[in-house]
């Protein structure tokens, strides 16, 4: 052991993949808690395809009396918790790490995005006055272009004055990654150095900025004390479900508490 100090050598970690396409969903393999205290499973939804997004999914917490038995849900007694949101009011409790926003055709409008307890209003506007530093504040930025949004070039230049907003110090200062791939489309992702918060996005107009959920990530925390003892639950597992469109998971169990050092990690680890 190097000094005695490596993650893999302290927790049981372990990784898989599953997908869903359909509101019946997918459940990950069960994880058995016999020999350790606790453990937290976490789930990262991924969109297939960051042209469409997610609205929702499910995630519910399962317990089983064995490797090969079908769980049941409330492990623990932990609700199921719903990640994502519909495309003009996704929340910052939906767990959303990266959201695209695409604009249609628009001449005026607002929109707020937030991040955790931090919320800003965005106006648009197609005065170069207004779209400068000096007219910005806290509580209302704007962004915009002097070209209508449907024109070549008009949506991408308020993409990027939209970004300009986002990354200044009177919004977000570097919480929120963005970034652009299309004339019609940005991307906000959130960056490390945000703390446990979560994306939002609040338009009351859908042709104005509409949004879709391309990863959102969620979990739970448990004891294994508190599986059902009196039916023999020892196992742990997460499903995944009523996903609209298709979707990735990626799946994160980590276990600690153990009597003794876990297994040897179940993976390739680099020298």
């Known amino acids: 052991m190097k000094n005695n100090a490596l993650i893999t050598e302290k927790l049981k970690i372990d990784a898989e993949q599953i997908a869903i396409s359909s509101a019946a969903g997918a459940t990950s393999i069960n994880y058995d808690m016999q020999d350790y205290r606790r453990a937290a499973i976490v789930a990262n939804v991924v969109a297939d395809s960051s042209l469409v997004g997610f609205t929702t999914v499910i995630l519910d917490l399962m317990e089983s009396s064995a490797a090969t038995v079908a769980g049941t849900s409330a492990a623990g007694g932990s609700a199921g918790i719903t990640l994502g949101g519909p495309a003009t009011l996704i929340p910052v409790t939906g767990g959303a790490r990266k959201i695209q926003l695409e604009m249609t055709s628009v001449t005026s409008g607002a929109v707020t995005i937030s991040l955790g307890t931090v919320t800003k209003k965005f106006t648009y506007s197609t005065s170069t006055a207004e779209v400068i530093s000096s007219a910005q504040a806290s509580t209302n930025l704007y962004f915009g272009s002097t070209l209508d949004s449907t024109a070549a070039g008009g949506a991408q230049a308020a993409f990027d004055s939209l970004a300009t907003c986002?990354?200044?110090?009177?919004?977000?200062?570097?919480?929120?990654?963005?970034?652009?791939?299309?004339?019609?489309?940005?991307?906000?992702?959130?960056?490390?150095?945000?703390?446990?918060?979560?994306?939002?996005?609040?338009?009351?107009?859908?042709?104005?900025?509409?949004?879709?959920?391309?990863?959102?990530v969620g979990g739970f925390n448990i004891a294994a004390d508190e599986l059902t003892s009196t039916l023999n639950k020892r196992y742990v597992a997460i499903k995944v479900s009523s996903a609209a469109t298709a979707a990735t998971v990626g799946v994160s169990v980590i276990r600690s508490g153990g009597r003794f050092n876990p297994p040897t990690f179940s993976g390739k680890l680099g020298t």
């Open 166 to 216: 986002i990354n200044s110090t009177l919004a977000f200062g570097g919480d929120i990654l963005c970034s652009t791939n299309s004339t019609s489309a940005i991307h906000l992702q959130v960056a490390d150095s945000a703390d446990g918060a979560s994306l939002g996005f609040q338009s009351t107009d859908e042709n104005m900025l509409s949004g879709s959920v391309e990863q959102a």
